[in-house]
């Protein structure tokens, strides 16, 4: 019995250590989208998605994330990684972001399919 507790406590140890860290590439393009929409500048969004993504990323969708989100970013934020799901092809990462200085919290979502940028979002 005390080893079923003994283990159960290292399995438990295991999965809280995995949330907190994020796989490398997947965090430096979060990182890039996330100071581009601080900066307004939406040609980072070009370079780092698919196709279909960069076709989708209108300057009017944009902008509209500008609005929504990227004044409240500038104020300052934290990111705390959540974890990442499988989709058939699609790796799909969420962030919680924490608004400095505000009771807010976002879900960022960020969809990457072979390393590129297919869908990115926040709720």
């Given at each position: 019995?005390?080893?079923?507790?003994?283990?159960?406590?290292?399995?438990?140890?295991?999965?809280?250590?995995?949330?907190?860290?994020?796989?490398?590439?997947?965090?430096?393009?979060?990182?890039?989208?996330?100071?581009?929409?601080?900066?307004?500048?939406?040609?980072?969004?070009?370079?780092?998605?698919?196709?279909?993504?960069?076709?989708?990323?209108?300057?009017?969708?944009?902008?509209?994330?500008?609005?929504?989100?990227?004044?409240?970013?500038r104020?300052?934020?934290q990111?705390?990684?959540?974890?990442?799901?499988?989709?058939?092809?699609?790796?799909?990462?969420?962030?919680?972001?924490?608004?400095?200085?505000?009771?807010?919290?976002?879900?960022?979502?960020?969809?990457?399919?072979?390393?590129?940028?297919?869908?990115?979002?926040?709720?």
């Amino acid at each position: 019995m005390k080893r079923l507790i003994s283990l159960g406590f290292c399995l438990l140890s295991c999965l809280t250590a995995f949330p907190g860290e994020s796989p490398g590439e997947a965090k430096n393009i979060y990182g890039v989208l996330m100071q581009g929409i601080v900066d307004g500048d939406s040609s980072v969004f070009q370079d780092v998605g698919t196709e279909e993504f960069r076709k989708q990323m209108t300057p009017e969708l944009f902008q509209s994330a500008q609005l929504q989100v990227g004044d409240r970013l500038r104020k300052g934020f934290q990111s705390v990684y959540l974890g990442k799901v499988f989709k058939g092809r699609r790796e799909i990462y969420l962030w919680k972001v924490v608004i400095s200085e505000s009771p807010d919290e976002l879900l960022a979502t960020l969809v990457l399919e072979q390393n590129k940028v297919a869908a990115f979002f926040f709720q």
